[in-house]
Every structure is written in structure tokens, then in C-alpha cells.
């Protein structure tokens, strides 16, 4: 049974540090691997999506690696903003079709 | 295209009594997921379908929870008999084509059973 876990589970750092979320899955079995951004009380922002043929993406101040063999995926933000204050959610998509949430890092960024 | 759309986007309901939540996708997205989101968890899947075909519902599902896509557009989910275990956020998803592409979540509808 597919399990991701994402470390750390909170995150408070000062505006304009560069930080690494991290996520973890046990079966390497993919399809693809993809990082979501939730602010309170709503729905989820894709922020990248990394093919499983793929080892990273890019997206203006956002990075994110994937590591099949070893199961894992980190997503790296650089200079940081108050902005940046949310929920990161990685999610891993399954062969099967079926979509594993981790439950995400509360990030905040303080100014 | 304004993405996708959920409404309520709140309910309040007593226990026992029985709810419907509607979700409108983007257009021309064929596949149509629903999940629901407990506080401090990720999202889990429920159900989704491919056009109006239901193709897959999670352990989750309980016989009290019933979704339609009756044309292949909107969809309902629709939860009888609530209990306060049922108060979650419901989120609503949409893709083109397969998991291979990305989904787009609606603002999802919070649901606090009394």
C-alpha cells in the first residue's frame, strides 16, 4: 500500500532564507509526483508536476526533485516571502490511477 | 474558463438529514475526482469518473454516499443520513485526460455536521 510522508510537518523561517520540504513514498511504482499549495479554508494550487521519466521541475522560485529509486521528492524555495505561507501538499499518482496524499507541511514565513 | 467551481462553498446541517454538494469542472475536462479533507490531513480519494462513467470508489464511499455525473459535465455528490464523523472539506477535481495530467481543484465545500 502506497504511504507518503512528508517531513517537517511545520516550518517557520525568516523572510528571504532558501528552504527544502520533503516527501517520501514507499512504493516507487509511479506514475508521476506532484506538489500542491493550500492556503487555509481552500481548495489545492498545482505548483509542479514531475513525470516519473523526469528528476526535476521548475517554476520561478520553486524547484522540486524526484528520486524514484530511493522514494523520495523535495521541493526547494528559494528567497522566501511572506506569500510563501501555506500548506505544501505532495501527492504521488499511482500506476493504478489512484492519487496518495501526504499531509503536507505547514509552511510560514515570517517577516 | 474560470476553473473549477463548488458550491455550496459551506453547509451547515444537523445530523440525520441529507446533503448535495454540486461541482462544475473546467470545460472539456473528461475526468471528474472528488475527495474529502479531514483538519491536519491530506486530501483522500473518494470517487471519480471518466465523462459519466464512475470508474472507481474508494473504501471511503459508504452506502450513504452517492455521486452522479449524469451528463458528463457537472457532478453531485450527495450524502444521506449525515453523521458528525461527515464534516469535512470536499474537494472537487478535473483533468483532461489521465493521471498523467494535471488536476485542478475547486475552493472545495466545508461541511459541519451539528
Known amino acids: 500500500k502506497q504511504e507518503v510522508t512528508q517531513i517537517p510537518a511545520a516550518l517557520s523561517v525568516p523572510e528571504g532564507e532558501n528552504l527544502v520540504l520533503n516527501c517520501s513514498f514507499t512504493?516507487?511504482?509511479?506514475?508521476?509526483l506532484q506538489w500542491f499549495r493550500q492556503d487555509p479554508g481552500k481548495g489545492l494550487t498545482s505548483l509542479l508536476l514531475?513525470?516519473?521519466?523526469?528528476r526535476e521541475q521548475t517554476s520561478g522560485r520553486l524547484n522540486a526533485s524526484l528520486d524514484k529509486s530511493s522514494g523520495r521528492s523535495t521541493l526547494y524555495i528559494a528567497a522566501s516571502q511572506p506569500g510563501d505561507s501555506a500548506t505544501y501538499l505532495c501527492?504521488?499518482?499511482?500506476?493504478?490511477?489512484?492519487?496518495?496524499f501526504g499531509k503536507g507541511t505547514r509552511l510560514h514565513i515570517l517577516p | 474558463d474560470t476553473g473549477v467551481s463548488q458550491n455550496p462553498r459551506h453547509k451547515i446541517t444537523k445530523r440525520g438529514q441529507n446533503v448535495t454538494f454540486r461541482c462544475d469542472p473546467i470545460?472539456?475536462?473528461?475526468?471528474l475526482y472528488w475527495y474529502r479533507q479531514t483538519l491536519g490531513q491530506g486530501p483522500e480519494f473518494l470517487t471519480y469518473?471518466?465523462?459519466?462513467?464512475?470508474?472507481?470508489k474508494s473504501r471511503l464511499l459508504s452506502d450513504r454516499f452517492s455521486a452522479e455525473r449524469p451528463k458528463g459535465s457537472f457532478s453531485t455528490l450527495e450524502i444521506q443520513r449525515t453523521e458528525q464523523g461527515d464534516s469535512a472539506m470536499y474537494l472537487c477535481?478535473?483533468?483532461?485526460?489521465?493521471?498523467?495530467?494535471?488536476?485542478?481543484f475547486g475552493p472545495g465545500t466545508r461541511l459541519t455536521v451539528l
Open positions: 514531475i513525470q516519473s521519466s523526469q
Open positions: 470545460s472539456e475536462h473528461n475526468r
Open positions: 501527492a504521488v499518482i499511482n500506476r493504478d490511477d489512484k492519487i496518495i
Open positions: 469518473f471518466q465523462n459519466e462513467a464512475q470508474l472507481e
Open positions: 477535481a478535473s483533468s483532461f485526460a489521465g493521471p498523467g495530467d494535471t488536476q485542478y
Open positions: 512504493d516507487s511504482a509511479i506514475y508521476n
